[in-house]
Every structure is written in C-alpha cells, then in structure tokens.
C-alpha cells in the first residue's frame, strides 16, 4: 500500500510496471491500479449502485504521468450538522464544518496539459433535485460536526470550511443544516489540510440565507 503524500490537491500516482499492481490510498480514497499488457485497469474499491466494485479501463500512451488531483463538487454542499447550534438575535457563531471533496484522475502530458480521464466521487456526498425556483437545482448532501478549532480535524480527503454563523433576526434560530458552495479557486492546502476560502452565513428573513465568501490573497510566486 502506497501513501500518497504530502502534496494533499495535486499528486503524481506511479504507474505500476506491466504484470503488477499497486494500491494507493489517500486517507478514505482507495485506488487499486492493475497494469496489463492491454491498458490499465483503476478500480475504486467504493461500490456502486449495484454494490459492486467500480472498474474503469484506461489506455495510455507510453510518454507522461498520471496525477491525482482533489476538484470542487459540481452543485452547492448542503450540511447536515450532527451538532446542535443555537443564535441568539444578532449572536454570531465561528468554527468550521468538513466537505468531502471529489478527485480526478489526470494524465499529464509531455508538455504539460493534463487531460482528466475518471472521476471518483466519495460516496459521502450524495446529489438531490430541489426543484425549479431561485432556491432549486441540484445540491450535495452530506453531514459534518461543528469544529470550533481546525486543529481536531483530519482534513486530506475532506475540505475544512471556515465559517461566521450571524443570526440577523430578532428571535433565536438553531440551524440544522447549512449550505455553502465551494469554488476551485478557493482552496488551498494550508498546514497539511485542505481548506477552502472563509464565508460568512448571514441568516435574515425565513428560508434566506445569505453567503458571503472572503477572497484568499494571491498565491505567492
């Protein structure tokens, strides 16, 4: 069993030789890579629908690298927090809730360009159809604790998101769920986890919430 580590949103995954295999893991992620003389075969050893693992079948050419890279989920993230919170009117709330981020498998070419050949989506973020409206659309669903420090949470498989909860109403409100969306440009590996940009939920009138998401300063040359 490889680890891949320390470069937690981008890695290079050896190929290995013809006849053999390799079984890679990035904390939850598994990755089998099975290298036959016809291509080779990356199984996912997180089932499908039918409870079956899923095989995948690529072929390469012989110059360039393979890389596993951590992506931003398609649709907005909705949180079921397993922890209860309380606002009082005007109280505000920081602390962080964790995303289960999907990964790529890349090929690299010669000159660089990657070109994405599989996606692995971690069976923890499941998708919904809220319907039509301002509010509908498709959403992930997943559940997380409410961190009040960073420092707890083991975060290579998962993004760790700073949030300020701000109750703007005159009554107190206990939120079970919180949606937020997660950008490509906003995350970052900082301290050996991944995290993304700080954003601010801003609770006002019923069923309107308003996300607020912090710029991260540019990445230093």
């Given amino acids: 069993m490889t680890e891949l580590q320390p470069n937690l ?17 990035k ?22 629908a039918e409870g079956l693992p899923r095989r995948n079948f690529v072929g390469l050419p012989r110059r360039g690298e393979l890389e596993l890279a951590v992506r931003a989920p398609d649709y907005r993230v909705r949180v079921r927090v397993l922890d209860r919170l309380t606002l ?16 790529r498998l890349l090929w690299v070419r010669p000159d660089g360009r990657r070109e994405p050949l599989l ?16 509010l509908g659309g498709y959403v992930h669903d997943t559940e997380s604790s409410f961190w009040l420090s960073r420092r707890e ?19 107190t409100i206990t939120p079970e769920e919180l949606t937020v969306s997660v950008r490509e440009r906003d995350i970052r590996e900082v301290d050996g986890q991944i995290v993304t940009a700080p954003r601010r939920l801003c609770f006002g009138a019923p069923e309107r919430v308003d996300e607020r998401i912090r710029a991260l300063p540019r990445k230093s040359a």
């Fill in 88 to 103: 009082a009117p005007e109280g505000r709330l920081r602390g962080y809730v964790t995303v289960p981020m999907p990964h």
């Fill in 9 to 25: 949103l981008r890695i290079r995954v050896p190929i290995p030789a013809v006849g053999e295999s390799a079984d890679l893991r």
């Fill in 27 to 48: 904390g939850s992620l598994e990755l089998r890579l099975e290298h036959h003389r016809g291509g080779l075969c990356v199984l996912v050893p997180q089932p499908d």
């Fill in 119 to 134: 996606e692995v989506v971690p069976k923890e973020l499941k998708t919904s159809w809220l319907g039509e409206g301002e």
């Fill in 153 to 171: 949470v083991a975060a290579d498989t998962v993004a760790l998101i700073p949030v300020v909860l701000w109750n703007q109403t005159l009554h």
